[in-house]
C-alpha cells in the first residue's frame, strides 16, 4: 500500500525525528511504499496568502476561498501545494507526525492543511440538498484512505484522562481527527499517542516503539473510529443536528462517535 507520513518536527535528533526513522523502516520492511513529507526540511510555507495562486481570478480584493476555488480548478496553484495533494491521492493511509505544541498541531502543520485542503479539493465538494449537504464528514476526495496521527505530548496520560484537567486527549484531538480527517473523508484511526515525551530514555524508547510498532502493523486492519457520517440519516440535515431519537438528551463531542467505546 503507498504510505504518506507529514512530518512536522524541526530537530531530525529530536524524538519525533526517531519515531519518524522508525515509521518509514516499519512501514518499508511491511512492504509499503512510503512517501515523506517533511515539512521543516523542505521549508513549507505555512501562511496561505495570494501568492498561493499563479493567475489570480480578482486582484482588487484577495479572497481566499474564491482565489483557492479557481486556482484549484484551473491548474493555477503553486506547485508546492499542487505536489502535495497529489501525494495525498496517491496515498491509501496518511500519517499525521507532531509534537503537541499549546494543546494543538505547530503552525507549520497547521498551515499544510490550510494550504493544501483547497476548495473543491478537501471542501466545497458535492451537491448540497435536502437530503445531502455536501461531501463530507464520512465522503470526500478523500474517502476510501485511512489516517492515524503520532502525536508526543509534554503532560501525563493523567493529565489527559477523563477527568484530567487539559480535558479529555479525543476531546482534544477532535478538531483535528473530525474536523480535518473525517471531513474530507478519511477513516480515521485511533490516535498513537506519547505522553510525559520528556522523560524518554532508550528503554522507554524500547517500548514505544514497540506500540507503535503494532499499531503500524494493523494500520489497514484495524477498526478506524466510528464517526457518525453526516448524510446517512443520523443528522437532521440542513440543521445538521445529531436526531433527537439518537442519545437523546446528551450532548458534546462524543455523542459523534457511534459506538462510544473510543
Ligand atoms: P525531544 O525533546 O527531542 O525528546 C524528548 C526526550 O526523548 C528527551 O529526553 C530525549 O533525550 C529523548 N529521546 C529523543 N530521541 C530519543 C531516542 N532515539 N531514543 C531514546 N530517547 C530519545 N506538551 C503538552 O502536553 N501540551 C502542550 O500543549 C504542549 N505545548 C508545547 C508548546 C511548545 C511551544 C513546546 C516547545 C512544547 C510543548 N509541549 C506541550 C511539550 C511537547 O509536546 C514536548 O516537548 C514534545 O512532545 C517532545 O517531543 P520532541 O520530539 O520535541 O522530544
Known amino acids: 500500500m503507498n504510505i504518506l507520513l ?13 519515531l519518524k526513522e522508525f515509521t518509514v523502516q516499519r512501514l518499508q520492511s511491511a512492504g509499503h511504499l512510503v512517501q515523506v513529507s517533511d515539512l521543516y ?19 482588487t480584493r484577495f479572497d481566499v476561498a474564491i482565489e483557492s476555488k479557481h486556482a484549484f480548478k484551473n491548474g493555477f496553484q503553486s506547485v508546492d501545494i499542487a505536489r502535495e495533494q497529489e501525494k495525498l491521492l496517491w496515498a491509501d493511509a496518511v500519517i499525521l507526525q507532531f509534537p503537541l505544541w499549546w494543546y494543538s498541531m505547530p503552525a507549520i502543520l497547521k498551515g499544510w492543511i490550510e494550504r493544501v485542503y483547497a476548495f473543491g479539493f478537501a471542501y466545497g ?3 448540497h440538498s435536502d437530503t445531502h449537504w455536501g461531501d463530507r464528514f464520512g465522503e470526500g476526495t478523500l474517502a476510501g484512505k485511512r489516517a492515524m496521527l503520532i502525536v508526543t505530548a509534554g503532560g501525563w496520560e493523567s493529565h489527559y484522562g477523563p477527568r484530567g484537567i487539559n480535558g479529555p486527549i479525543h476531546d482534544m484531538l477532535y478538531p483535528i481527527q473530525h474536523g480535518i480527517l473525517f471531513y474530507p473523508g478519511f477513516d480515521v484511526m485511533p490516535p498513537y499517542v506519547v505522553y510525559r515525551a520528556g522523560s524518554t530514555d532508550e528503554r522507554r524508547f524500547t517500548h514505544i516503539c514497540d506500540e507503535l510498532g503494532q499499531r503500524l502493523d494493523t494500520l489497514f486492519s484495524a477498526d478506524p473510529i466510528a464517526f457518525r457520517p453526516q448524510n446517512k440519516g443520523d443528522y437532521n440535515i440542513p440543521a445538521l443536528t445529531l436526531r433527537d431519537d439518537i442519545l437523546p438528551g446528551q450532548a458534546g463531542l462524543s455523542i459523534h462517535v457511534a459506538d462510544r467505546e473510543y
Open 6 to 18: 507529514v512530518h512536522a518536527h524541526p530537530e531530525s535528533r529530536s524524538l519525533n525525528g526517531a
Open 125 to 127: 465538494v458535492g451537491e
Open 41 to 59: 526540511a523542505m521549508q513549507w510555507k505555512a501562511a496561505v496568502d495570494a501568492e498561493d495562486s499563479t493567475q489570480r481570478l480578482f486582484t
